[in-house]
């Protein structure tokens, strides 16, 4: 099966140059294979296995993943196929192969949680899916014996459990645009006996992240932990200029207190956002408020958190400065987005909310922001 990587599907760049050389090797399956067999947990708690689907005339195992933004694009059409096929007989089941310990944290910058089964369980219950979805990215055992080019890649088993379709789903992301529905196509035509014109489609979409990349993620996370952290005095010119936000970044704000019971572990969700976010467009800026702290210890800090983001401090006019946040100054840490031109989609007060963050600024940068 040929891979098909079209510069059209949002966000291609940052998934389709990590395939690696282990998986191209291997040859995919044929039409009329016999479906392999894989034991595996699901996000519903449960343990599946072929024999759980032994009754479905149609079996459709469907290789997808959290972090794509190809997959994201599908999972709507996926439950709806779901949906609409349940009561004729046909199983839908997504498995995710990737390894959670192989990526490049840029690499994440299109999902508010990453490939682990934990962020598989937050996704699943976020987008409610109805179908299992299973976690392979431990020993990629089940990657491995249907060989899946791309997330997402989609194989249909017959009531024998021959393969009679590997492909796409169907032939765009935007689903305004998909005149060929490949994979429905596919399913009428085994349930009602049917040869299937084309039984394997190109396949577009992101790498299967093997196992083998986790010396490559290393060592982009041994660089990034190397980039150079500053902190600077910031004066209310300044502070005004960055809040006015006249570029084409999207602005994070992070006041703190140097004496927060939880900033070694905030620190560190925020330096994670940054990494994840920025290439994306996402700028942050975090301020040091109090009105009499150390500056080389805070300094330190944020050198141990690896915090390269702009940090500034700020040791008097601090109740002006929450008041122009339009905050209280007992509210640490406060948080703000600030859109180019000033809207502000998100503020909080308080502990940081990690995954309610990351989904408002994706609720922002989208697929297509560009700054």
Not at 112 to 133: H, L, T
Not at 181 to 209: H, M, N, Y
Not at 325 to 345: E, N, Q, R, T, Y
Request: glycine share 6%; proline share 5%; net charge positive.
């Amino acid at each position: 099966m040929r891979v098909f990587f079209p510069q059209n599907v949002f966000g291609w760049a940052l998934c389709v140059y990590g395939i690696l050389f282990s998986s191209l090797s291997l040859d995919a399956l044929e039409i009329g294979d016999p479906a392999p067999d894989f034991l595996l947990p699901a996000t519903d708690g449960k343990i599946y296995s072929l024999k759980d689907f032994a009754n479905a005339k149609v079996l459709v195992v469907v290789f997808t993943c959290n972090h794509c933004p190809t997959s994201q694009a599908y999972e709507d059409r996926l439950m709806a196929i779901s949906g609409d096929y349940d009561s004729r007989n046909v199983a839908l089941v997504a498995i995710s192969s990737n390894d959670p310990l192989a990526f490049r944290m840029d690499e994440l910058g299109y999902s508010a949680v990453d490939d682990s089964f934990e962020g598989m369980k937050v996704r699943a219950q976020i987008r409610g899916f109805e179908f299992p979805y299973l976690y392979d990215g431990a020993d990629q055992k089940a990657a491995l014996l249907y060989r899946p080019r791309v997330t997402p890649h989609v194989f249909v088993f017959g009531e024998d459990r021959s393969l009679f379709y590997s492909g796409r789903i169907d032939n765009a992301v935007d689903p305004a645009k998909a005149n060929l529905k490949d994979l429905r196509v596919a399913i009428e035509s085994v349930l009602k006996g049917k040869k299937i014109r084309t039984p394997t489609t190109k396949v577009f979409g992101c790498s299967i992240k093997w196992s083998d990349r986790r010396a490559l993620a290393a060592k982009d996370l041994a660089r990034l932990d190397r980039e150079k952290v500053s902190l600077k005095a910031l004066d209310d010119d300044t502070f005004l200029f960055l809040l006015e936000n006249k570029s084409k970044l999207l602005r994070l704000f992070v006041v703190w207190s140097p004496d927060g019971e939880n900033n070694m572990k905030e620190f560190d969700q925020l330096v994670e956002i940054h990494r994840r976010f920025r290439k994306r467009g996402l700028e942050i800026i975090t301020i040091a408020a109090q009105n009499d702290f150390n500056e080389e210890k805070i300094l330190s800090f944020l050198r141990e958190r690896h915090a390269s983001c702009r940090n500034y401090f700020r040791t008097r006019g601090v109740g002006e400065l929450f008041d122009k946040l339009g905050a209280k100054p007992s509210a640490h840490p406060f948080i703000m987005l600030v859109k180019p031109g000033g809207d502000i989609p998100y503020r909080r007060a308080g502990d940081l909310d990690s995954l309610g963050l990351k989904r408002s600024i994706l609720k922002v940068i989208g697929r297509n922001f560009s700054p």
